[in-house]
C-alpha cells in the first residue's frame, strides 16, 4: 500500500462554518445580548422583572372580583332602568285615565283621595260612612260614566259597579246580595 503524501491540515473549512454562523446568528433565537455572560446582580434583577410582568394570585382574585362588581353594577342599572320606564310607563296611562286601578280611574281615585272625611271613613273600616260619602261626592255616577261606553245593558253597568264598590269598601247595596263566590246577585231577581 503506498503511503500518500503528506498535506498540511487546512482550517478553510473551520472559517466556512464561522462565517456561515455568523451570517445566520441574527437570525436564531438567541439573540447577540444573550450570549453574553451577566453578573449575579443583573441575572437577578431581570428575574424580578419578569416576575413583576406575570400577575399575581392576588391580582388576579381582584381582577376577577372587580369584573363581577362591574357586571352587577350594569345589571342593576339596567333593571333599575327597566322598572323605572314600566313604572313612568303605567302611572302616565294610569293618570291620563287608559288604565284603572282595580277598576277605578284615576280622577275618582283622586277625588276620593282629596276628601278627607272619605278618606278617615275607609281607614276607620266605617263601611255605611264611606258609601254615604261616595254618593255625597257623586262616585257612583262617575264611575257609570267611565264605564257606560262599555255595557248596553242599564242592569248589567250598575251590577257591575257595586261590584266594584263592593271589593273595595265592602259595602253591599240595598238592592243586592253576596252570595258564596262573592258576587253580587239583584234582590229583585
Not at 278617615?120 to 261606553?149: C, M, P, T, W
Not at 259597579?161 to 253591599?172: A, C, K, L, P
Request: charged residues 30%; contains cysteine.
Amino acid at each position: 500500500m503506498a503511503r500518500l503524501p503528506y498535506r498540511p491540515k487546512s482550517w478553510r473549512p473551520l472559517r466556512k462554518l464561522i462565517l456561515a454562523l455568523k451570517r445566520n446568528l441574527h437570525r436564531s433565537r438567541f439573540r447577540p445580548e444573550q450570549l453574553v455572560e451577566h453578573t449575579w446582580l443583573q441575572r437577578r434583577l431581570k428575574e424580578a422583572a419578569r416576575r413583576n410582568a406575570r400577575p399575581s394570585r392576588l391580582m388576579a382574585r381582584l381582577a376577577q372580583k372587580q369584573a363581577r362588581k362591574r357586571f352587577l353594577r350594569r345589571v342593576t342599572l339596567a333593571c333599575t332602568l327597566t322598572i323605572a320606564v314600566v313604572g313612568g310607563s303605567w302611572v302616565h296611562l294610569f293618570v291620563h285615565e287608559k288604565v284603572t286601578f282595580g277598576g277605578v280611574p284615576y280622577g275618582i281615585i283622586d277625588k276620593f283621595w282629596n276628601d278627607r272625611i272619605a278618606r278617615n271613613a275607609y281607614f276607620a273600616g266605617d263601611r255605611q260612612g264611606l258609601h254615604d260619602r261616595l254618593q255625597v261626592l257623586g262616585v257612583e255616577e262617575d264611575i257609570k260614566d267611565f264605564y257606560r261606553d262599555r255595557f248596553t245593558n242599564e242592569y248589567e253597568l250598575d251590577r257591575y259597579i257595586h261590584q266594584i264598590m263592593f271589593d273595595r269598601t265592602g259595602y253591599v247595596g240595598e238592592a243586592y246580595e253576596v252570595n258564596n263566590y262573592g258576587q253580587l246577585i239583584s234582590v229583585e231577581y
